[in-house]
């Protein structure tokens, strides 16, 4: 089974289910118990803003991806949060790394549902 990067977590009426990145075969898709939607090129790199490099963070896990690119969920508590938050940051070769708070996975799974449709009705 390929490796999984947990990414956030959604409450249904039964119990807390979780969302997960997983990367194979060259693609990146979202998991979850409602399915598994492959990514769009770029969906990750199009989110978020500029880490500042002088943030504390904690990294929970790590997920690599082709050409050296990596995916990382953080742990982040600021000096005046009450709670850390919890950031997924993308790191590409030549590039400025990203953060975005996991929340992102809502529209993670709308790009891929989209995707999905898209490429469904072109087959």
Not at 26 to 55: H, M, Q, R
Request: glycine share 10%; hydrophobic share 45%.
């Amino acid at each position: 089974m390929p490796p999984l990067l947990s990414l956030d977590e959604t409450d249904t009426e039964e119990a807390l289910s979780s969302v997960f990145l997983r990367f194979e075969d060259g693609e990146l898709a979202l998991v979850s118990e409602g399915g598994c939607w492959a990514l769009p090129d770029g969906a990750i790199a199009k989110f978020g803003a500029p880490l500042d490099p002088n943030e504390r963070i904690a990294t929970v896990a790590t997920l690599a991806l082709a050409d050296g690119c990596t995916l990382r969920h953080v742990r982040h508590l600021s000096g005046y949060d009450v709670i850390a938050r919890d950031h997924l940051i993308c790191e590409a070769l030549g590039a400025e790394p990203r953060c975005r708070l996991t929340t992102i996975a809502a529209a993670l799974g709308h790009l891929g549902r989209a995707a999905q449709r898209t490429a469904g009705a072109e087959g």
